[in-house]
């Protein structure tokens, strides 16, 4: 069994800041891409950022220069910095984590999901 916890989402004003956490724990043999997305009220799930095993990353146009997405592999965590906050980012934040087994099958988890909420 795998299971990705999130943490670190809030209520911000407009302009702030926040960092949020997710840690994959279980019965994990290799962790491969992880990543974010958000589901904003009436919207579809967006996909936000995503991080390799190498670390190469990559973002979705609208939060570019003000989000980064990092991890740590020794902890199997993924981070996102979430700067310069908008109203419109406000959504529930989903992590994700593509985690091979001992049999080197490879699935992808999520995390329960964290509201960010941009409000003055």
């Known amino acids: 069994q795998v299971q990705l916890v999130e943490s670190g989402g809030g209520l911000v004003q407009p302009g702030g800041s926040l960092r949020l956490s997710c840690a994959a724990s279980?019965?994990?043999?290799?962790?491969?891409?992880m990543g974010w997305y958000r589901q904003a009220p009436g919207k579809q799930r967006e996909l936000v950022a995503t991080?390799?095993?190498?670390?190469?990353?990559n973002y979705v146009d609208s939060v570019k220069g003000r989000f980064t997405i990092s991890r740590d592999n020794a902890k199997n965590t993924v981070y996102l910095q979430v700067n310069s906050l908008k109203p419109e980012d406000t959504a529930v934040y989903y992590c994700?984590?593509?985690?091979?087994?001992?049999?080197?099958?490879?699935?992808?988890?999520w995390g329960q999901g964290t509201q960010v909420t941009v409000s003055s």
């Open positions: 991080v390799t095993s190498h670390g190469n990353t």
């Open positions: 994700y984590a593509e985690i091979y087994d001992s049999r080197a099958y490879i699935r992808r988890y």
């Open positions: 279980g019965s994990i043999f290799k962790v491969n891409a």
